[in-house]
């Protein structure tokens, strides 16, 4: 059993950033691929981006270079940084864990899920 929770969702004006968190259980932590999903009202469950063992990271083509996904495994947490925010960056972020296996950017791949946070950005 793992326990994914998220924080640090809020209101933000576009070009502004916020940093999210994702505090995990687990003993083997540091062996897991940590992915950050998003979902927007009226769509689908896309990939945000996700990061392995080794620090290998992996993002969706619109965030790259705006969103760092980072993990302190001495902490169980892992973050996504996000900068330069447009409001299509709107949506509730989720993180998941993916207990064995590379890097996927499928929803199926992962294993455990967190609850969700809020991010909204205006113009």
């Known amino acids: 059993q793992v326990q994914l929770v998220e924080s640090g969702g809020g209101l933000v004006q576009a070009g502004g950033s916020l940093r999210l968190s994702c505090a995990a259980s687990g003993r083997t932590f540091s062996t897991y691929v940590m992915g950050w999903f998003r979902q927007a009202p009226g769509k689908e469950r896309e990939f945000v981006a996700a990061?392995?063992?080794?620090?290998?990271?992996t993002y969706q083509d619109s965030v790259k270079g705006r969103f760092t996904i980072s993990r302190d495994n001495a902490k169980n947490t892992v973050y996504l940084q996000m900068n330069s925010l447009k409001p299509e960056d709107t949506a509730v972020y989720s993180c998941a864990a993916r207990t064995i296996g590379a890097i996927r950017t499928t929803s199926t791949a992962y294993d455990y899920w967190g609850q969700g946070t809020q991010v909204t950005v205006s113009s």
């Open positions: 990061i392995n063992w080794g620090g290998g990271d």
